[in-house]
């Protein structure tokens, strides 16, 4: 090769060799795409590479397969299928009110259509919303071909702010804090549309809180309460663990955190760790227990006392893509809060997945398949 014809090579290769920028490969952790269909420019969708939670039943209840790995069965129990659902609220230890608020206006946003404001088209979040994230669960039905109601109203609340069982709660005690509250005046019986929902705050603890359970539903014994009701508790883990039950809004230490190269959490919508965690679970609970209220209706496994239900086979799973240590596409907003679904009044939530009958699979109001 002449002298010309090398340097005529040589610059060549210098103009079409890449850039060095183009060279750095995109860090993995966070995967983002531009929402064309959203009104707001400023949102953008994201897929964060997080580590799993450390709660031991999270990794083995992570299905995102077909129905060939997932055998949910109906055993021909009822599902909450009267209509509307009636929930009434406990408020166990001392709440802030506008911790109470949030977690209202996210059960208020279940029903499509409730009270006078939301029969105008106006008044109803936009698409995706928590009413269409309850269509999933309303999917469900029992032996008669009744579904899970859509409609779901707070019917009653009772505040119990000295504790009057104590701040050391058990899956037993919990119950005479049902019963408690059953006798207090202007919070009834419902023993045909009633759920009873246990809130505890931040400063009271529950029998495996942190270590096994963020949150479960059973049913009263008739014995303790006077009536089989169905019920739920869910605990505010913003002191006690939020890396493991406000997931994924804190992680856990041993990751290291942004500083030392590790993912970092995402930023709740409503800016409160153990609050907006804890909204996730109690949607978690509540779609489980319309399904499955008397422990004997859907659910996957042969043993009813520890069953895989249609929250527990989506753990972790918060939009398209989810898997493998994502948490699956979700929206951020210009303030880098993020979210999956609108609620009422402006909200924003970030709730899991749940398994669809229909599809076999987890389903979500954000999916973008």
């Not at 978690?284 to 043993?303: C, F, I, T």
């Amino acid at each position: 090769m002449s002298p010309t014809q090398f340097t005529v090579s040589l610059l060549l290769v210098l103009l079409l060799r890449p850039s060095n920028a183009s060279l750095v490969p995109r860090p993995q952790q966070d995967q983002t795409l531009s929402l064309k269909t959203t009104p707001h420019p400023q949102i953008q969708y994201h897929n964060p590479k997080l580590p799993p939670r450390s709660l031991s039943l999270a990794s083995s209840k992570k299905f995102e397969g077909s129905s060939d790995l997932v055998q949910l069965r109906y055993h021909m129990g009822p599902v909450l299928s009267n209509s509307p659902i009636n929930l009434y609220l406990i408020w166990y230890g001392r709440w802030a009110s506008p911790q109470k608020l949030l977690i209202k206006d996210f059960l208020l946003s279940i029903s499509a259509a409730s009270g006078r404001r939301s029969s105008s088209a106006a008044a109803q979040p936009p698409s995706p919303s928590v009413a269409e994230w309850w269509r999933t669960a309303s999917l469900y039905t029992d032996q008669t071909g009744a579904n899970v109601s859509r409609a779901v109203v707070v019917a009653g609340e009772h505040e119990d702010v000295a504790c009057s069982h104590g701040r050391s709660l058990t899956r037993l005690s919990v119950q005479q804090v049902i019963a408690t509250a059953a006798r207090a005046a202007r919070f009834p019986v419902d023993h045909r549309n009633g759920v009873y929902l246990v809130l505890t705050a931040e400063d009271v603890t529950m029998q495996d809180f942190c270590r096994a359970v963020c949150g479960f539903h059973y049913f009263t014994f008739p014995s303790m309460v006077g009536y089989t009701l169905p019920y739920a508790w869910v605990g505010n883990s913003g002191r006690q663990c939020p890396e493991v039950c406000a997931y994924p809004f804190a992680i856990p230490g041993y990751m290291g955190g942004a500083a030392a190269g590790g993912p970092k959490p995402l930023s709740p919508p409503n800016g409160d760790v153990g609050v907006d965690g804890m909204i996730s679970v109690i949607g978690h609970e509540l779609a489980e227990l319309s399904s499955n209220p008397l422990v004997n209706a859907w659910y996957a496994g042969e043993d009813p006392t520890a069953p895989t239900e249609i929250g527990d086979l989506c753990e972790g799973l918060y939009g398209t893509g989810g898997g493998g240590g994502y948490i699956g596409q979700v929206m951020r907003d210009g303030g880098g809060r993020s979210f999956n679904m609108n609620g009422r009044s402006g909200r924003r939530f970030l709730v899991q997945w749940l398994w669809s009958p229909v599809l076999k699979a987890c389903a979500g109001p954000n999916a973008l398949d």
